[in-house]
Structure formats: C-alpha cells, structure tokens
C-alpha cells in the first residue's frame, strides 16, 4: 500500500497549486480520502476528505471557497486544488486514506491508515 503526493512548490499570496496523490494496493472505494496539513510548530490537521467514493466532501473552514478536493477511482488518484492561496496555507500536505472523514474537520482526528510521505506548499506574502 502506497500514497505518493506530487504538485507542492512554492507560490506568492493568490497563486493556485494543484496537489495529486496517487494510490497503489488498494482502491478509494470504500475508504474515506483526503488531505492534512502541518505547519512547523502545530499539529495535523485536516483540510478536507471526501466521505467515500461518490460521497459528500468535507473542508476545513480555513480553506472552505478556497479548495477543492476531487478524486479520480479509474486512476486511483486524488487531488487538491488550492486557489487564493494564503501565507498561512504553508505547511507540509498529507494525503491520507481510510480514516473517519467527519462534516467537522476540527473534529477529525489526524490518524489513518494509510499516509503518503508529505509535500511542502510555501506561500509567500
């Protein structure tokens, strides 16, 4: 089982990046996806998850207008689409798969099954 994400970088205030996590041994369908963030000093957090495959998807409030999340199950992949993006949206990006994907990302806690290794997204101001 892997998650291997792709798409970080750094961008100024405003700009878009669009993240990708592609999955290998197992399938999105029955399993909750999404994305987590961790800023240098602060805890993981959940930034949005889809519930499972065609089901509702979830934000964080910070990101909510700002973000989309999208998966492919052909291809087994997800993705993040970041737009407006904030010197505060800097952090490392954690794609994540089978976990309790909840309405309130607040409320969701950071553990999964599976995780990918993580890529950084810089904004500067």
């Known amino acids: 089982v892997q998650l291997v994400e792709s798409g970080g970088g750094l961008v100024q205030a405003g700009g878009s990046l669009r993240l990708s996590c592609a999955a290998s041994?197992?399938?999105?369908?029955?399993?909750?996806i999404g994305w987590f963030r961790q800023a240098p000093g602060k805890e993981r957090e959940g930034v949005s998850c889809i519930a499972n495959s065609g089901g509702p998807t979830y934000y964080a409030d910070s990101v909510k207008g700002r973000f989309t999340i999208s998966s492919d199950n052909a291809e087994n992949t997800v993705f993040l689409q970041m737009n407006s993006l904030e010197p505060e949206d800097t952090a490392v990006y954690y794609c994540?798969?089978?976990?309790?994907?909840?309405?309130?990302?607040?409320?969701?806690?950071?553990?999964?099954?599976?995780w990918g290794q993580g890529t950084q997204v810089t904004v500067s101001s």
């Open positions: 041994g197992f399938t999105f369908d029955d399993v909750a």
């Open positions: 994540a798969a089978d976990f309790i994907c909840l309405p309130s990302l607040a409320a969701m806690s950071p553990m999964a099954d599976y």
